[in-house]
Protein backbone atom coordinates (compact mmCIF):
# COMPACT_ATOMS: atom_id res chain seq x y z
CA UNK A 1 0.00 0.00 0.00
CA UNK A 2 1.15 3.54 -0.76
CA UNK A 3 1.67 6.19 1.68
CA UNK A 4 -0.86 8.30 3.45
CA UNK A 5 -0.73 11.71 2.65
CA UNK A 6 -1.34 14.21 5.39
CA UNK A 7 -4.70 14.92 4.25
CA UNK A 8 -5.69 11.53 3.90
CA UNK A 9 -4.41 11.27 7.26
CA UNK A 10 -6.13 14.03 8.59
CA UNK A 11 -9.36 12.34 7.07
CA UNK A 12 -9.16 9.00 8.78
CA UNK A 13 -8.52 10.62 11.92
CA UNK A 14 -11.89 12.77 11.68
CA UNK A 15 -13.71 9.59 10.40
CA UNK A 16 -12.31 7.79 13.80
CA UNK A 17 -10.47 5.34 12.14
CA UNK A 18 -7.29 4.48 13.20
CA UNK A 19 -3.72 4.26 11.50
CA UNK A 20 -1.01 2.34 12.69
CA UNK A 21 3.03 2.49 11.33
CA UNK A 22 4.66 -0.48 11.08
CA UNK A 23 8.00 -0.68 11.74
CA UNK A 24 10.96 -1.16 9.09
CA UNK A 25 9.73 -0.89 5.26
CA UNK A 26 9.82 3.25 5.59
CA UNK A 27 7.53 2.90 8.75
CA UNK A 28 4.43 2.65 6.44
CA UNK A 29 1.61 3.56 7.76
CA UNK A 30 -1.26 0.68 7.33
CA UNK A 31 -5.41 1.31 8.37
CA UNK A 32 -6.72 -0.77 11.40
CA UNK A 33 -8.39 -3.46 11.21
CA UNK A 34 -11.70 -3.08 12.83
CA UNK A 35 -12.46 -5.33 15.59
CA UNK A 36 -15.24 -7.95 15.05
CA UNK A 37 -17.85 -8.66 17.64
CA UNK A 38 -19.53 -11.86 16.99
CA UNK A 39 -22.73 -11.03 19.47
CA UNK A 40 -23.68 -8.56 21.53
CA UNK A 41 -22.77 -10.60 24.34
CA UNK A 42 -18.96 -10.30 23.47
CA UNK A 43 -19.27 -6.61 23.53
CA UNK A 44 -17.34 -4.93 26.27
CA UNK A 45 -19.45 -1.93 27.89
CA UNK A 46 -17.21 0.17 29.86
CA UNK A 47 -18.63 0.83 33.49
CA UNK A 48 -19.53 4.45 34.25
CA UNK A 49 -19.05 4.60 37.83
CA UNK A 50 -22.71 6.03 39.53
CA UNK A 51 -22.57 9.86 40.23
CA UNK A 52 -21.88 10.59 44.08
CA UNK A 53 -24.88 11.94 45.83
CA UNK A 54 -24.46 15.88 45.96
CA UNK A 55 -25.42 16.99 49.43
CA UNK A 56 -27.47 19.85 49.93
CA UNK A 57 -25.95 23.00 51.66
CA UNK A 58 -26.53 23.59 55.04
CA UNK A 59 -28.58 26.76 55.76
CA UNK A 60 -28.88 28.76 58.41
CA UNK A 61 -32.44 28.16 60.41
CA UNK A 62 -32.51 31.60 62.21
CA UNK A 63 -33.37 34.03 59.57
CA UNK A 64 -36.32 36.52 60.38
CA UNK A 65 -39.52 36.03 58.02
CA UNK A 66 -39.10 36.46 54.07
CA UNK A 67 -40.98 39.48 54.27
CA UNK A 68 -38.28 41.47 56.96
CA UNK A 69 -35.19 40.60 54.87
CA UNK A 70 -33.45 43.60 53.49
CA UNK A 71 -31.33 43.55 50.57
CA UNK A 72 -28.05 42.16 51.92
CA UNK A 73 -29.95 39.52 54.07
CA UNK A 74 -32.37 38.75 51.39
CA UNK A 75 -29.33 37.80 48.97
CA UNK A 76 -27.31 36.12 51.29
CA UNK A 77 -30.92 33.48 52.43
CA UNK A 78 -31.15 33.34 48.57
CA UNK A 79 -27.38 32.02 48.14
CA UNK A 80 -27.58 29.02 50.56
CA UNK A 81 -31.67 28.27 50.38
CA UNK A 82 -32.52 24.80 50.17
CA UNK A 83 -36.20 25.11 49.98
CA UNK A 84 -36.38 22.60 46.74
CA UNK A 85 -34.71 19.80 45.46
CA UNK A 86 -32.96 22.37 42.73
CA UNK A 87 -30.39 23.33 45.31
CA UNK A 88 -28.55 20.10 44.80
CA UNK A 89 -27.89 20.91 40.96
CA UNK A 90 -27.00 24.23 40.67
CA UNK A 91 -23.68 26.44 40.65
CA UNK A 92 -25.00 28.69 42.07
CA UNK A 93 -28.16 30.84 42.88
CA UNK A 94 -29.06 33.59 40.54
CA UNK A 95 -30.24 36.47 42.66
CA UNK A 96 -30.92 39.92 40.00
CA UNK A 97 -28.88 42.38 38.94
CA UNK A 98 -29.21 45.85 38.20
CA UNK A 99 -30.91 48.97 40.04
CA UNK A 100 -32.50 48.45 43.20
CA UNK A 101 -34.03 51.56 43.20
CA UNK A 102 -35.39 51.01 40.08
CA UNK A 103 -38.59 52.59 37.94
CA UNK A 104 -38.67 49.09 35.91
CA UNK A 105 -38.84 45.81 37.16
CA UNK A 106 -38.09 42.59 33.90
CA UNK A 107 -38.88 39.38 35.28
CA UNK A 108 -38.19 35.77 33.25
CA UNK A 109 -38.62 32.62 33.98
CA UNK A 110 -35.31 30.51 35.51
CA UNK A 111 -31.89 30.39 34.78
CA UNK A 112 -30.16 28.86 32.36
CA UNK A 113 -27.00 27.07 31.87
CA UNK A 114 -24.74 30.25 31.64
CA UNK A 115 -26.46 32.10 33.85
CA UNK A 116 -26.13 29.41 36.27
CA UNK A 117 -22.34 29.62 35.84
CA UNK A 118 -22.17 33.66 35.81
CA UNK A 119 -24.68 34.18 38.50
CA UNK A 120 -26.60 36.64 36.29
CA UNK A 121 -29.58 36.70 34.59
CA UNK A 122 -29.89 37.04 30.94
CA UNK A 123 -26.81 36.72 29.35
CA UNK A 124 -25.48 35.19 26.70
CA UNK A 125 -27.69 36.08 23.05
CA UNK A 126 -30.88 36.24 24.81
CA UNK A 127 -29.59 38.67 27.19
CA UNK A 128 -28.07 40.71 24.69
CA UNK A 129 -31.56 41.19 22.37
CA UNK A 130 -33.45 41.93 26.11
CA UNK A 131 -30.74 44.84 26.05
CA UNK A 132 -31.42 45.45 22.49
CA UNK A 133 -35.59 45.94 23.92
CA UNK A 134 -34.87 47.85 26.05
CA UNK A 135 -32.74 50.38 24.64
CA UNK A 136 -35.16 50.79 21.69
CA UNK A 137 -37.40 52.24 24.66
CA UNK A 138 -34.66 54.21 25.86
CA UNK A 139 -33.49 52.42 28.65
CA UNK A 140 -30.32 50.86 29.44
CA UNK A 141 -29.21 47.51 31.37
CA UNK A 142 -28.71 49.43 34.18
CA UNK A 143 -31.25 51.25 34.54
CA UNK A 144 -33.85 48.29 35.30
CA UNK A 145 -33.96 45.32 37.80
CA UNK A 146 -34.03 41.89 36.40
CA UNK A 147 -35.07 39.06 38.47
CA UNK A 148 -36.03 35.54 37.41
CA UNK A 149 -39.22 33.50 38.92
CA UNK A 150 -36.79 30.75 40.01
CA UNK A 151 -33.31 31.31 41.89
CA UNK A 152 -31.86 28.02 40.56
CA UNK A 153 -31.27 26.94 37.34
CA UNK A 154 -34.05 23.73 36.63
CA UNK A 155 -32.24 20.63 34.97
CA UNK A 156 -31.81 20.37 31.32
CA UNK A 157 -33.41 24.16 31.38
CA UNK A 158 -37.22 22.26 31.86
CA UNK A 159 -40.06 24.67 32.84
CA UNK A 160 -39.83 25.45 36.58
CA UNK A 161 -42.34 22.67 38.50
CA UNK A 162 -45.58 24.23 40.70
CA UNK A 163 -43.38 22.93 44.13
CA UNK A 164 -40.76 24.84 42.69
CA UNK A 165 -42.29 27.89 42.12
CA UNK A 166 -44.09 28.10 45.40
CA UNK A 167 -40.24 27.66 47.23
CA UNK A 168 -39.20 30.53 45.28
CA UNK A 169 -42.19 32.84 45.58
CA UNK A 170 -41.59 34.80 48.86
CA UNK A 171 -38.11 35.65 47.37
CA UNK A 172 -39.14 37.79 44.15
CA UNK A 173 -42.47 39.09 46.13
CA UNK A 174 -39.59 40.48 48.86
CA UNK A 175 -37.74 41.49 46.20
CA UNK A 176 -40.65 43.46 44.34
CA UNK A 177 -41.27 45.04 47.67
CA UNK A 178 -38.07 46.13 48.04
CA UNK A 179 -37.97 47.45 44.84
CA UNK A 180 -41.84 49.12 44.47
CA UNK A 181 -41.45 49.68 40.27
CA UNK A 182 -43.30 51.72 38.90
CA UNK A 183 -43.73 48.88 35.85
CA UNK A 184 -43.29 45.44 35.45
CA UNK A 185 -42.60 44.05 31.96
CA UNK A 186 -43.02 39.99 32.54
CA UNK A 187 -40.97 37.94 29.69
CA UNK A 188 -42.38 34.87 28.69
CA UNK A 189 -45.58 31.99 28.99
CA UNK A 190 -43.83 31.00 32.56
CA UNK A 191 -43.20 34.51 33.79
CA UNK A 192 -46.36 35.86 33.48
CA UNK A 193 -48.69 32.58 34.35
CA UNK A 194 -46.46 32.21 37.54
CA UNK A 195 -46.27 36.14 38.76
CA UNK A 196 -50.20 36.58 37.44
CA UNK A 197 -50.95 33.17 39.09
CA UNK A 198 -52.79 32.12 35.59
CA UNK A 199 -53.08 29.39 33.26
CA UNK A 200 -53.57 31.83 30.38
CA UNK A 201 -51.74 31.90 26.90
CA UNK A 202 -49.04 33.54 26.77
CA UNK A 203 -50.95 34.88 22.93
CA UNK A 204 -54.61 35.98 24.96
CA UNK A 205 -52.21 37.84 27.70
CA UNK A 206 -50.16 40.48 25.32
CA UNK A 207 -52.42 43.35 24.93
CA UNK A 208 -53.58 43.67 28.03
CA UNK A 209 -52.81 45.70 31.06
CA UNK A 210 -52.17 43.63 34.05
CA UNK A 211 -51.58 44.20 37.85
CA UNK A 212 -49.55 42.59 40.51
CA UNK A 213 -50.20 42.59 44.68
CA UNK A 214 -51.45 44.96 46.39
CA UNK A 215 -50.51 47.88 45.15
CA UNK A 216 -51.77 47.28 41.74
CA UNK A 217 -48.47 47.51 39.91
CA UNK A 218 -49.15 47.62 36.13
CA UNK A 219 -47.91 44.32 34.12
CA UNK A 220 -47.23 44.22 30.54
CA UNK A 221 -46.86 40.57 29.00
CA UNK A 222 -44.10 40.13 26.20
CA UNK A 223 -42.38 37.37 24.64
CA UNK A 224 -38.94 35.89 25.75
CA UNK A 225 -36.10 37.33 24.17
CA UNK A 226 -35.34 33.43 23.70
CA UNK A 227 -38.33 32.51 21.67
CA UNK A 228 -37.94 35.60 19.53
CA UNK A 229 -35.01 34.43 18.39
CA UNK A 230 -36.41 31.22 17.23
CA UNK A 231 -39.05 33.10 16.06
CA UNK A 232 -37.84 36.73 14.36
CA UNK A 233 -41.20 37.01 12.70
CA UNK A 234 -42.46 37.95 16.38
CA UNK A 235 -40.62 41.00 17.29
CA UNK A 236 -42.78 42.96 15.64
CA UNK A 237 -45.54 42.07 18.09
CA UNK A 238 -42.90 42.65 21.15
CA UNK A 239 -42.30 45.72 20.03
CA UNK A 240 -45.46 46.61 20.42
CA UNK A 241 -45.81 45.40 23.55
CA UNK A 242 -42.67 47.87 24.81
CA UNK A 243 -44.58 50.83 23.06
CA UNK A 244 -47.46 49.64 25.31
CA UNK A 245 -44.92 49.28 28.63
CA UNK A 246 -43.43 52.83 27.95
CA UNK A 247 -46.92 54.49 27.31
CA UNK A 248 -47.94 52.94 30.91
CA UNK A 249 -45.30 53.69 32.49
CA UNK A 250 -45.29 57.20 31.55
CA UNK A 251 -49.37 57.61 32.40
CA UNK A 252 -48.55 56.23 35.79
CA UNK A 253 -45.40 58.65 36.66
CA UNK A 254 -47.75 61.26 35.78
CA UNK A 255 -50.28 60.45 37.50
CA UNK A 256 -48.09 60.40 40.67
CA UNK A 257 -46.22 63.63 39.96
Request: net charge positive; with cysteine.
Amino acid sequence: MSALDPRQLAMLKRMGVDVWRARGAGDMPTIAAPREVESESQAVTPRVPSPLPVAMPVPRTDWPPTEQLDWPMLAACVAECTRCELARGRTQTVFGVGDRNARWLVIGEAPGAEEDKRGEPFVGRAGQLLNAMLAAIGLAREQVYIANILKCRPPSNRDPRPEEVLACSGYLDRQIALIQPTLILAVGRIAAQNLLKVDTPIGRMRGHLHHYGDRSIPVVVTYHPAYLLRSPGEKRKAWDDLRMALATFREREASAA
